[in-house]
């Protein structure tokens, strides 16, 4: 009886340290190691059910403070992103990181600037540039179209501070290192945060698992493959996706990795051959049995397959 009591106890304290999306699951931040901790988002596209919330926004907790990376894709998540914070740590939020210019992982800042005006929130300038531009303003629309509403109020609040390749960045007691090896990867915008003290690579969308998103127009799948390569020979302990579970490099880099690997050597084996995407497409998803279970692979692998095929054409001329 005793044990039981404990039981119900244990479940109904887990319970209450989610954050429950009706219909989608429950949220909260998982331990990496003794100051990182990821909350690791829903897989699919902003949508009604999920209201918005699709990322990993993660929290390092230092000795005064949380710093934040990527608050998620509303106000209302990154409301919800603090609640969660709030409950494994009554310490403010001192900083934060914004990974890229795509507003599943920054629009909520408006939310971390409400509750703590002073915070520095740090990207790339060309992300700030973007965002300003018509970016935020874009992604806010977006969002709130495809929520049917839920993120009505969501206002683009932009990151305060640009960063560089390899700066340093010391808040309070734990330090950071930027990494943007190349001038694009998933978009022009990327940086990838290092949390020196836990050996923790934060690499934004350049890398997801179990899912597979959109190569906009301003991403590059070489350079991109480029920066995976460049993150594993980091030789960090704990690899944190845009989107997906984190992992060592071998479970959370690799996988994507080769991924683009195969579509980069099946593209360049048509191309030789001067076989149309439509054509390549059957060659790679034959070696690609393992992806077929990710998340917008049937949506996503001709459209990638075209993108891989006009980087390696225009390569060639
Ligand atoms: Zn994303």
């Known amino acids: 009886m005793k044990r039981l009591a404990l ?10 340290h989610a954050w429950t999306i009706e219909g989608v699951g429950d949220y909260k931040f998982d331990k990496l190691s003794d100051s990182a ?12 059910q999920n ?14 403070g949380v710093i934040v990376i990527d608050p998620g894709g509303t106000y ?3 409301q919800q992103v603090i609640n969660e914070i709030k409950k494994i740590t009554d310490k403010p939020i001192v900083a934060a990181f914004n990974t890229h210019v795509h507003g599943d992982h920054w629009l909520g800042n408006q939310a971390v600037l409400e509750q703590y005006p002073n915070v ?5 300038s060309q992300m700030i540039a973007e965002a300003k531009d018509g970016e935020g303003e874009f992604w806010t629309g977006l969002i709130e179209r495809l929520t049917e509403g839920a ?8 990151p305060t501070d640009a960063t560089s390749h390899l700066q340093i960045i010391n808040v309070g007691s734990e330090q950071f290192k930027i990494h943007n090896p190349t001038t694009k990867a998933h978009t022009t915008t990327d940086i990838m945060i290092e949390h020196v003290g836990s050996k923790t690579l934060f690499l934004g969308d350049n890398d997801m698992v179990h899912r597979l998103g959109g190569f906009g127009g301003t991403s590059d799948m070489h350079s991109n493959i480029k920066v995976l390569n460049y993150a594993t020979n980091l030789n960090l302990n704990h690899y944190v996706p845009g989107h997906g579970p984190s ?24 191309y030789e051959e001067d076989l149309a995407d439509y054509e390549i497409k059957p060659f790679a998803d034959k070696r690609l049995a393992e992806y077929r279970d990710w998340h917008g692979y049937d949506a996503q692998l001709g459209r990638h397959i075209n993108k891989m095929l006009l980087e390696i054409e225009s390569l060639d001329l």
Not at 51 to 64: E, L, R
């Open 7 to 16: 039981l119900l106890t244990l479940s109904i304290s887990t319970l209450s």
């Open 120 to 124: 520095k929130i740090y990207a790339h």
């Open 51 to 64: 209201q918005g919330f699709m990322n990993n926004p993660g929290i390092i907790i230092g000795a005064h």
């Open 151 to 158: 993120s009505k109020g969501t206002i683009a609040t932009y």
């Open 37 to 48: 901790y990821v909350m690791h988002g829903p897989l699919g596209e902003p949508n009604k």
């Open 247 to 270: 992992g060592d490099a071998e479970h959370a880099v690799k996988p994507y990795l080769g991924y683009l690997l195969i579509l980069q050597d099946e593209a360049r084996k048509g």
């Open 76 to 78: 209302q998540v990154g």
